[in-house]
Structures are given as C-alpha cells and as structure tokens.
C-alpha cells in the first residue's frame, strides 16, 4: 500500500508543525529552515505584520523578507500552549495558542501571546507543506 493514499496521522501533523517552531526557534536570522516548510504558493497572514505575505521572492511582501526579519529577533522562540489537529484526507489543520518569546533591547524577557492556523496539504512527494497561515496576537 502506497503511504500517499493512507489517511495522515495527527502525529504527522504534530511533527511537521514542531518542526516549524524549531525552525523559527533556530534560524537566527536565515530564513530558507522556515520558508521550505510551505508550499510554492503559500499565503501568509502574520503575527507581527499588518500585511498578507506570499512565497514568492519576486513579491514585496514575501515570506523570505517575513521570515528574516522576525528570526533575527533576539532570543527568538516559539511555545505551543494549546495545540489542536483536524486531519481531512490530504490536508491538516492545526490550530491553537503560542507565546513568541524575546530579548527586548535592554535585555529583557518579553512574550507575545498569540494564536495561530495552519493548514497544511500533502505534497506529490509525501510532504506536508503549509499552504496557509494566519497567526495574530491574542486579543485582550
């Protein structure tokens, strides 16, 4: 039986969606472990930018410019609180709660609390990519 005609796991999910917070945690500046986990045509709404940002280098508004940006952050790191997975055939969603944690300019820890959706869509080579994004702060 092939494994692109199984049904995902949620822990498949799981992983690929910890293996973005690792991404954001460590790239330090150096987005390419960040922008390859979403599709070619990925669309995303970010936490820190009022702005919709698309994969795609030729654009203003692309994840590479995102992505640099917010690892370069200092101390820059991702915490799950809340963690939800849907799985639907070949896509996933996974939604839930995160805190961007930092260093501000004096040195100090700051934190970002925030909520997120991804959803992710199995790719021909059995790779799940994020074709959608939408992370923004939580309200008061």
């Keep these: 039986m092939s494994t692109e ?3 995902p796991t949620q822990q498949q999910i799981k992983q690929a969606y910890e293996k973005w917070l690792l991404a954001v945690s460590t790239a330090k500046g150096n987005p390419d472990s960040v922008v390859a986990l979403y599709d070619a045509d990925a669309i995303v709404l ?14 203003e508004n692309n994840l590479e410019k995102y ?8 101390g820059l ?6 963690l939800h997975i849907k ?3 070949d896509i996933a969603i996974a939604n839930g709660l995160y805190n961007f944690n930092y ?3 004096d040195d100090a820890d ?28 939580l309200p008061d």
């Design 5 to 7: 005609n199984l049904t």
């Design 67 to 74: 992505f640099r940006r917010l690892t370069s952050i200092d």
């Design 103 to 105: 260093k501000d300019e």
């Design 110 to 137: 700051q934190v970002i609390p925030a909520r997120f959706t991804f959803v992710y869509q199995k790719n021909q080579n059995g790779q799940w990519l994020i074709i959608n994004h939408h992370s923004s702060t």
């Design 87 to 89: 799985v639907i055939g």
């Design 77 to 82: 790191t991702a915490i799950t609180s809340e």
């Design 46 to 59: 970010p936490t820190l930018s009022g702005k919709i940002h698309y994969n795609d280098k030729h654009c």
